[in-house]
C-alpha cells in the first residue's frame, strides 16, 4: 500500500514537473533556443537541444503515465535530472556569465536554489523507482 502510495506521488510530481518544464520551453521556442545557444557549455548543441529536451521531457511524462512503463520513467527522469543537475554544476563553477531559459517561478530562483530544486526532484525520482518493481521480461523473448 505505502509502495503504491509513493509510487503515485512520485510520479504525479515528476509528471507535473516535466510537463510545465516541456510546454514553457516550446512555448517560447525561440528565446530558449536563443539562450541555449549562449550557453558556453552546451551552445554548439542548441540547435539539436532546443528540440531533444522536451521531447524527452514529455516522453518520460508519458513513460510516468502508464504503470507498466513507470520503472523506465523514473530511471529516465533520474539520468534528465542528473544530467541538468550536472551542466547547473558546471555553469555555476566554470561559466562567468549564467544564461537562464528557466519559465515561471523557476527563473526566479537562484543557480543553487535550482541544484537544491534538482536534488529534491531527484529525490523523488529515486523513491518512485524504489517503490516500483522492474518489468518483468518473458525468457521466451530473451532467448529466441
Not at 510530481?13 to 518544464?21: D, G, R, S
Request: glycine content about 6%; proline content about 6%.
Amino acid at each position: 500500500m505505502l509502495r503504491k502510495f509513493i509510487s503515485e506521488a512520485a510520479a504525479s510530481l515528476l509528471i507535473l514537473l516535466f510537463t510545465y518544464a516541456a510546454l514553457s520551453k516550446l512555448f517560447a521556442y525561440g528565446s530558449f533556443r536563443s539562450v541555449l545557444g549562449t550557453s558556453p557549455l552546451i551552445g554548439v548543441l542548441a540547435p539539436w537541444l532546443a528540440f531533444l529536451l522536451p521531447a524527452a521531457e514529455l516522453l518520460i511524462t508519458m513513460l510516468l503515465i502508464v504503470p507498466s512503463h513507470r520503472h523506465r520513467g523514473f530511471r529516465a527522469a533520474m539520468v534528465l535530472l542528473g544530467l541538468f543537475t550536472v551542466y547547473l554544476c558546471g555553469m555555476v563553477l566554470f561559466a562567468p556569465q549564467l544564461p537562464c531559459s528557466c519559465g515561471g517561478v523557476l527563473q526566479q530562483m537562484s543557480w543553487k536554489e535550482h541544484i537544491a530544486f534538482n536534488g529534491f526532484f531527484l529525490i523523488v525520482a529515486f523513491a518512485g523507482l524504489r517503490s516500483v518493481s522492474p518489468p518483468k521480461h518473458d525468457a521466451r523473448v530473451l532467448l529466441q
